[in-house]
């Protein structure tokens, strides 16, 4: 039976390192949505000599691109997208003390490398669940890249937002270990 943990970012080292593959979380407090245009935007400002529009120490990136706010909600529709599309950069992110990315499906050899390096976890949250992932969304506001739309980096205030490890920084694969358990012969 995997453990549920409450997390509450800037998420320490030793926080992160008592996650396993398969402990289910849930995540209170503050944190920041970006997808592939912001990414590649952030990593073109370190390639500048530029700062990062958010500090990333112990912080967590959601990769959604969430829809426009119904009359009294603070955000639309807010699922994870296909994490894989953030894998050229997040190794980068990572080296500058982002703890945790929220998104779906399996990472590449070099993320999962950078997870153990630089003691960081990957999270995933249930696909195409936005309308109730976003129940958990106390607050949203644009607070970098306005231009791009759906995809400039939000700040999210959530509470008790569920999610899966999906990869720790042992080496430790949900992925990979499903397959495992199912595989026949």
Known sequence: MSQIHKLTP??????????????????????????????????????????LPVGLEGQIIYYTGPTPAPPGRPIGSAGPTTASRMDPYAPRLMAQGLKA???????????????????AVYL??????????????????????????????????IQDFPVIVANDCHGGDVYEAGVRQYRRG
């Open 101 to 119: 990315m929220i998104g779906k499906g399996a990472r590449g050899a070099e993320v999962r490398e950078a997870l153990r390096e630089y003691r």
């Open 10 to 51: 800037p998420l320490a080292d030793k926080v992160v390192e008592a996650l396993r593959a398969g402990d289910r979380s849930t995540i209170t407090g503050v944190i920041y949505t970006a997808r592939d245009a912001a990414h590649r935007r952030m990593v073109e400002a370190l390639d500048n000599g530029q700062p």
């Open 124 to 157: 995933t949250a249930t696909p195409g669940a936005g309308a109730l992932l976003s129940r958990h969304i106390v607050a949203a506001e644009v607070v970098a890249y306005p231009d791009l739309g759906t995809e400039a980096i939000h700040r999210l205030e």
